[in-house]
């Protein structure tokens, strides 16, 4: 995995040691390993002192870790996958492809590979107006200008267009905004 700006962290114990009251454990750096299986693997060696012989590991903290991928006993295979696939990205994509992963097609619940969710995220993310006092504004107002829509029309008529109104019904249907960031519904 390519190391990234804000990466991905996880605090490992082990449940017994939880259940006996410590919370001994260890920050596991996700960019040291290239694989889910290196990362559990390290983790068991870690804890392979814990009495019993097979420790059954308890993630007690993480950083940088979309909660759809994590909780306390299990982090998704495809976790890698993902870190991956967001290392290639900028940061605004990165937070974009994450608002999109965890709140518009809830990944990785729906079963997708990474690629095809990358490829259905490129096809309806329309960029990101965060910078703007309203995003959904700003973004009308650039679909209008990129459509021609009013083209045509004398001042006059145009002045009468009800941006507002226009803007409430475009993300009424067919448009959603998270963060700033704008998806088509399609």
Request: proline share 4%.
């Amino acid at each position: 995995m390519k190391s990234l700006e804000n990466a991905p962290r996880i605090y490992v114990g082990t449940y017994a040691q939880y259940n006996s009251g410590s919370l001994f454990g260890k920050w596991f750096e996700l960019s040291e390993y290239d694989s889910y299986h290196e990362f559990i693997n390290a983790c068991l060696v870690y804890h392979s002192q814990e009495p019993g012989g097979s420790p059954e590991l308890m993630f007690q903290d993480w950083e940088h870790i979309p909660g759809a991928l994590i909780c306390e006993y299990k982090l998704d295979e495809r976790a890698f996958d993902y870190f991956n696939t967001v290392a290639q990205l900028d940061a605004v994509t990165q937070d974009a492809f994450q608002c999109y992963c965890e709140h518009i097609s809830c990944w990785p619940g729906n079963k997708n590979d990474i690629d095809t969710q990358l490829e259905e995220f490129q096809a309806c993310y329309q960029g990101y107006f965060g910078n703007e006092n309203n995003p959904r504004l700003a973004f009308a107002y650039q679909y209008l200008e990129e459509t021609g829509l009013l083209d045509g029309l004398p001042k006059i008529v145009e002045s009468y267009f009800d941006y507002e109104a226009f803007t409430r019904d475009l993300f009424l249907e067919g448009y959603c905004e998270l963060n700033g960031h704008v998806f088509s519904d399609y």
